[in-house]
Structure formats: C-alpha cells, structure tokens
C-alpha cells in the first residue's frame, strides 16, 4: 500500500519567489488507466491551484503521474502553469502491521480515538489527513453543530460545514478547512486567502475556521496582506 508525499517546491515566474506546498494540500484523482503486460496501469492527477503570496500570480501545480505496474511510479508529466516546480511528487510505502482482527486493539471509532489523544496528544500527527478531518467534525457535532464532511475538491475553502443554531432558531454557518501538518511546517498566506474568499461566494458562510496541528505562518504578514471590505462612517 502506498500514497503520494512530500513538499513541491516552485518559483513564480513573476516575482520569482520560492515557496513549497504539501503535497497533502493537492487534490488527487484516479483519471482512468488501461491494461497492460504486467497488469493495469493506473493514471493520476494531482491539482493545486494558488495565488502567489507575493505578487498574487496564479499558479497551477499540476502533475499526471502513472502507477505501473502495481504500486511502482512509473512516470511523472509536469504540466504546471504559473510557476516553475524544482521538484516532483514522491511516493511512500505504507507498512501493514496489523491484521483486520487486529483492529479491536486500535481505535475503531472516531470517539475512541479523541479519547486516545487525549491520553497521547502527540498521536495527532500519525492520523490521516481524513482521520484528522472526521475528528475535527465529531468535536463540532459534540458541541451541538450540525456537521457535513465534504469530499476533497480543487477549490478548497471548506473541509466541513458546520452549522449551529441560536435559541431564535437563527443558523450560522461555519466552513472549516483542516490541515494536518508537521509541527515545522507552517500553514501559508494562501490557505488563509481562499479560506477568507469563500466568504464572499454565493451560499458562503457567516464564519470560517482553520483547524491545523501546526501554526499560521508568519500570522501579521497574513493579516497585512489580506483585503478586507471598507467600513463606513
């Protein structure tokens, strides 16, 4: 078993400025595949699009990549726009070291598994970034919202919608965008940025939130940089 990892690291062909984003941050889909000699060949496509926190360029990171045969990358095809990529996609093997029965000494439920981190916090960047996601939602559910978990897309902005409802029957909603890091890997400007856009979409919420195991990178660059709606007199 295997998945995608590391840091793309890219320079903007405006300002040429250097920056890295998680591969953990790209939308990843199987886009099809054909069979072959030595079994099916299996094509991905790994998206993310971004605005250049410097200049504001916008940048497509994208990458098709062939898994062929079975569990070995065969290829990678940059086909980014924007910036220039200084490198690729990597893949890491998974170790199974645990058999299906073997699941009843582990966590089996999102419940179960707050209660083991409140007994081991540090356990928090082991779980998936999926794992993280559904944690983040049953806090929320705990706390009397209303909770969707949506499916990973390209545009971002939203990982759960929460909604929460006043003793008027008045509902607010909440997006929440998670972001499972490493402790030293900081969340950018551009998270906030399009965390911050959707507010201005149409069916957009009243209140957005950043859920992340890290820290905001470089928060008053953030909040200079950030384009808030004039208040009037």
């Not at 990892?5 to 099809?32: A, L, Q, R, V």
């Not at 990597?90 to 170790?95: P, S, T």
């Not at 990178?217 to 909040?223: F, P």
Request: charged share 30%.
């Amino acid at each position: 078993m295997w998945n995608f990892c590391g840091d793309i690291e890219y320079e903007c062909h405006k300002c040429k400025i250097k920056n890295t984003m998680p591969i953990d941050d790209f939308s990843i889909e199987c886009t099809g595949g054909s069979e072959r000699s030595m079994g099916a060949e299996s094509i991905y496509e790994l998206i993310c699009e971004l605005s250049c926190a410097k200049c504001g360029n916008n940048i497509s990171l994208n990458f098709e990549a062939s898994e062929y045969p079975s569990e070995i990358l065969n290829f990678i095809i940059d086909n980014s726009t924007g910036a220039n990529t200084l490198n690729e996609p990597r893949i890491e093997y998974l170790q199974e070291f645990y058999q299906a029965d073997d699941l009843d000494l582990l966590w089996q439920s999102i419940p179960e598994l707050i209660t083991t981190l409140k007994s081991n916090p540090k356990l928090i960047r082991e779980i998936s970034p999926r794992e993280f996601e559904e944690l983040i939602a049953e806090i929320f559910r705990k706390k009397g919202f209303e909770v969707e978990l949506t499916k990973r897309t390209r545009d971002g902005g939203k990982d759960i919608i929460a909604i929460s409802t006043d003793q008027l029957g008045i509902k607010n909603k909440y997006f929440i965008e998670c972001k499972r890091y490493a402790e030293d890997n900081k969340v950018g400007v551009e998270v906030v940025r399009a965390l911050h856009g959707v507010k201005n979409m149409k069916e957009g919420p009243n209140k957005t939130v950043i859920a992340t195991t890290s820290f905001l990178r470089k928060t008053l660059e953030i909040l200079l940089t950030m384009k808030f709606p004039a208040v009037g007199t």
